[in-house]
């Protein structure tokens, strides 16, 4: 977020006003992706992984590593991932297009395994996640200015019960935003709910 400025973004050309933490970076991700209802568990998937990622280091960098991820983690099929090597994750530490921590490469192996066991004892990991909320996001502009949530508390412990790593609660509220558990789009922003149509699901 443009924390130092705390300017709202604004196109003249097309008179859209974005949240005030968009840059250049960010913007087609802020557009098409973050705050927006998903039941997909492909997407939730890859979307877990990358903030796993993203722990201690800039969204931006991982943005602009995405395809370097999605080329290296096979497309994010978690059943392919939950059946890496050793020799996989070797091979993965050498990756100059993703981040190469032995630590996280090895917790995307361990959550994809954990991954499929949710969706085995709730039919998808969409269900298991969006039952935290009974099927309804928030709406808490809030949210995207805090470090964590009495919400982002309690999935980041179940998680961690169940087996996934580097899924604390700062991470895990990240998460939680850019699948759309959290409508955190601020009130000027044309997606906020108060200027636009309810978001539909990806």
């Known amino acids: 977020m443009n924390e130092k400025t705390g300017r709202v973004l ?12 968009v840059d250049s970076a960010t ?6 992706e973050w705050g927006k209802p998903s039941h997909d568990d492909r997407y939730l998937f890859e979307m877990l992984v990358l903030e796993s990622f993203q722990a201690g280091l800039s969204w931006v960098i991982i943005l602009k590593k995405r395809e370097g991820f999605r080329r290296a983690f096979d497309g994010f099929d978690y059943k392919k ?13 050498h ?13 995307a192996v361990q959550n994809a395994k954990v991954f499929m066991e949710i969706q085995k004892e709730f039919g998808s990991f969409s269900d298991y996640l969006w039952s935290f909320v009974d099927g ?11 470090n964590r949530t009495p919400l982002s508390d309690e999935i980041s412990k179940d998680l961690k019960k169940r087996g996934m790593k580097y899924m604390g609660s700062t991470t895990t509220l990240a998460y939680l935003l850019a699948v759309g558990i959290y409508n955190a789009h601020e009130p000027h922003c044309f997606l ?11």
């Open 81 to 93: 991932i939950a059946g890496y090597t050793d020799d996989d994750i070797e091979r993965l530490v």
């Open 27 to 32: 913007e087609c991700y802020h557009d098409e």
């Open 10 to 21: 604004f196109m003249e050309e097309k008179n859209i006003r974005r949240c005030s933490w």
């Open 192 to 202: 906020s709910p108060e200027l636009s149509d309810k978001p539909g699901d990806r």
């Open 136 to 146: 309804q996001p928030i709406r808490d502009v809030s949210a995207g200015y805090v």
């Open 95 to 107: 990756n100059d297009d993703i981040v190469k921590s032995r630590g996280k490469i090895a917790a």
